[in-house]
């Protein structure tokens, strides 16, 4: 999935999330695309791509950004965005994890 680089946006960065399934892979999208980058420094992408049969759906995220610390920046928000929906869907839902499964977000 690699996108042609932007001179105007030289720094960049894929980030793929592994989740069990598309409908969970499908929530997290949905929460975190409504959320737009404040900055017209950094530009987000974000699909949902097939993944293997431990992790039937993976969601990718694709930054560039003008500079390695305006990537920095943006990334770390949504590190903390992503943390907090799998933080959710952990407590509400039913199959984001396996039964005993020790995965754990900890700040």
Same mark, same amino acid.
């Given at each position: 999935?690699?996108?042609?680089?932007?001179?105007?946006?030289?720094c960049s960065l =894929?980030?793929?999330v592994?989740?069990?399934t598309q409908r969970l892979a499908k929530t997290a999208?949905?929460?975190?695309?409504?959320?737009?980058?404040? =900055?017209a420094l950094v530009r987000r992408?974000?699909?949902i791509a097939e993944g293997d049969a431990q992790s039937p759906a993976v969601l990718h995220v694709e930054y560039s950004?003008?500079?390695?610390?305006?990537l920095r920046v943006?990334?770390?928000?949504?590190?903390? =965005?992503l943390k907090l929906v799998v933080e959710v869907m952990e407590t509400?839902? $039913?199959? $984001?994890l396996e039964p005993g499964s020790n995965t754990n977000i900890s700040s």
């Amino acid at each position: 999935m690699a996108t042609a680089m932007d001179p105007d946006f030289p720094c960049s960065l =894929s980030i793929d999330v592994p989740l069990p399934t598309q409908r969970l892979a499908k929530t997290a999208l949905q929460a975190l695309q409504v959320d737009k980058e404040l =900055s017209a420094l950094v530009r987000r992408n974000l699909l949902i791509a097939e993944g293997d049969a431990q992790s039937p759906a993976v969601l990718h995220v694709e930054y560039s950004a003008t500079t390695n610390r305006m990537l920095r920046v943006a990334v770390n928000g949504f590190m903390e =965005s992503l943390k907090l929906v799998v933080e959710v869907m952990e407590t509400l839902d $039913v199959d $984001v994890l396996e039964p005993g499964s020790n995965t754990n977000i900890s700040s």
